[in-house]
């Protein structure tokens, strides 16, 4: 089960203070508290902020002009879903 959400109260809102997984190892199923889960950034939209880039970048050289601009577009992407995996990971929950 995935699930989505930008803190940990949202998810706990969701999901409740556990989340049962099971092990990759061994096949066992855990109880797992929120504050032990980790995000991390969805790697799908900084690959899809390449693509426009280069999309942009090949209209843009149509045009007469190559900007640098357009290699910004994935860093920023790239930055904004490191600071929200990153605010979601500094956010615990007491119980």
Not at 17 to 22: A, G, Q, T, Y
Not at 63 to 70: A, E, K, P
Request: charged content about 20%; proline content about 2%.
């Amino acid at each position: 089960m995935k699930v989505k959400s930008n803190n940990r109260f949202d998810l706990k809102q969701e999901i409740g203070l556990e989340i049962n997984e099971r092990c990759k190892h061994c096949g066992n199923h855990t109880k797992r508290h929120i504050n032990r889960l980790h995000a991390s950034p969805n790697y799908f939209f900084i690959l899809g902020g390449v693509a426009l880039a280069a999309i942009i970048t090949i209209f843009i050289w149509d045009l007469g002009f190559v900007s640098t601009l357009t290699g910004t577009i994935p860093i920023a992407i790239w930055i904004s879903e490191e600071k929200r995996a990153s605010a979601f990971n500094k956010i615990m929950i007491r119980d």
